[in-house]
C-alpha cells in the first residue's frame, strides 16, 4: 500500500 | 535518486523556464498553445495534492511547488498579460477528445479506486498526451520559433530521462511503477518525431518548418 500511495518522483 | 532522475528534473525546469523567459522577454506568447499548458496545470494539481498529505523530501516539495507556480504564472500570461499575442486561430486542439479517454482510463487502470490515486492516474495519463495541441498548432502553422524548440527539446528530454530513470531504478531497488512507464513510454514516442527535425534543422541553424 504505501509504496503505491507515496511517490517519490516528480 | 539517480544521475538519469536529476537531470530529467532539471530538463523539465529549465524548458518551463525557458517558455516563461521567452514570453517575459519578447512580451508575447505567440505560437505557444495555452491550451498544453493548461493541461499541464491540470497535471501538476492533480498529481501534486499529495503536497498536504505527505512529506517526502525538501527537495521534492520545492521542486513540487516551483512546478505549480511557474505553470499558473504561464497561464497567466497566456489568457491575461499577453492575451493579446495569443494566437487562439491556430489553437484549435480539442481538448474532449484528450481529457474524455484520459478520465476514462484512470478509472479503468489504476492502483487503488481512491480519489488521491485516481487523480494521480489521471495526471499521469494526462501528461503523455499534453503536448498534443501544442504540437497540432506547429502542424497548423508549419512552423515553430527557435525558442519555442528549445522548449520542447528540453520538455522531452525529461521523460525520455525518466525511463532511463526507471530502468536504473528496476535494475538496481527492483522497483517499477508500470502505469508511469508505460505513459513516459507513449509520451516519448510522442516526442520522437520533433526530435528528428530539431537535431537535423534547429542544431544545424535552421527554423523549424515543416514542409
Not at chain 2, 523567459?21 to 496545470?41: H, N, P, T
Not at chain 2, 520545492?62 to 493579446?84: E, H, Q
Not at chain 2, 499575442?85 to 474532449?96: A, C, I, K
Request: a neutral charge.
Amino acid at each position: 500500500e504505501d509504496e503505491k500511495t507515496i511517490k517519490d518522483e516528480l | 535518486m539517480n544521475v538519469f532522475r536529476i537531470l530529467g528534473d532539471l530538463s523539465h525546469l529549465l524548458a518551463i523556464l525557458i517558455l516563461l523567459a521567452k514570453m517575459w522577454r519578447s512580451k508575447s506568447c505567440a505560437g505557444i498553445s495555452g491550451k498544453s499548458q493548461v493541461l499541464f496545470a491540470l497535471v501538476f494539481s492533480t498529481r501534486y495534492l499529495d503536497l498536504f498529505f505527505v512529506f517526502i523530501s525538501l527537495y521534492n516539495l520545492v521542486m513540487k511547488v516551483i512546478y505549480l507556480l511557474c505553470s499558473y504564472i504561464t497561464i497567466y500570461m497566456i489568457y491575461g498579460k499577453l492575451r493579446k499575442t495569443y494566437d487562439r486561430e491556430n489553437d484549435t486542439f480539442r481538448l474532449e477528445f484528450l481529457l474524455i479517454p484520459v478520465i476514462g482510463l484512470s478509472f479503468l487502470e489504476n492502483y487503488d479506486f481512491i480519489p488521491t490515486e485516481l487523480l494521480w492516474t489521471f495526471s499521469i495519463y494526462l501528461e503523455a498526451v499534453a503536448i498534443l495541441p501544442q504540437l497540432f498548432m506547429i502542424s497548423n502553422t508549419g512552423e515553430a520559433e527557435t525558442i519555442t524548440t528549445h522548449y520542447l527539446f528540453f520538455l522531452g528530454l525529461y521523460r525520455a530521462l525518466y525511463l532511463a530513470n526507471w530502468i536504473w531504478r528496476y535494475h538496481t531497488e527492483k522497483f517499477y511503477d508500470q502505469i508511469a512507464i508505460i505513459s513516459g513510454v507513449v509520451q516519448t514516442i510522442f516526442y520522437c518525431d520533433f526530435f528528428y527535425l530539431y537535431i537535423t534543422k534547429v542544431l544545424k541553424g535552421k527554423k523549424l518548418s515543416l514542409p
